[in-house]
């Protein structure tokens, strides 16, 4: 909560009692996301990635056995999702959007 990289994620404002998960962020908290985004060193957070440590804290537990040797193919895929993520909220910025987030 008020981490606007888990905001970049997740929303601000869950919406409850619908089957899926569903949240927004309006747009004026779009402009700390996109200074999050700008600020946050994917490269060495890809130097820190380890499947290990996901599976200790039980981040998706059940995936990562079948994972472990693609590791350098996970951490390109993450940092190209990462710039992805980057310039989707760059737009939404400069158009002084809003964000909806759906994850089912």
Known sequence: ??????????????????????????????KDIVFALNHFDIQRAMDNFSIKEYQKANI????????????????EELTDYFYKLKDFYQKILEVNGNVMITIC
């Not at 970049?8 to 747009?27: D, K, R």
């Not at 472990?68 to 951490?75: D, F, G, R, S």
């Open 1 to 30: 909560k008020n981490n606007p990289l888990s905001e970049a994620i997740l929303g601000v404002s869950s919406i409850e009692e619908v089957e899926e998960f569903l949240a927004y962020t309006e747009s004026a908290r779009i």
């Open 60 to 75: 998706y537990p059940d995936i990562w056995n079948y994972y472990e040797e693609a590791t350098h193919e996970i951490k």
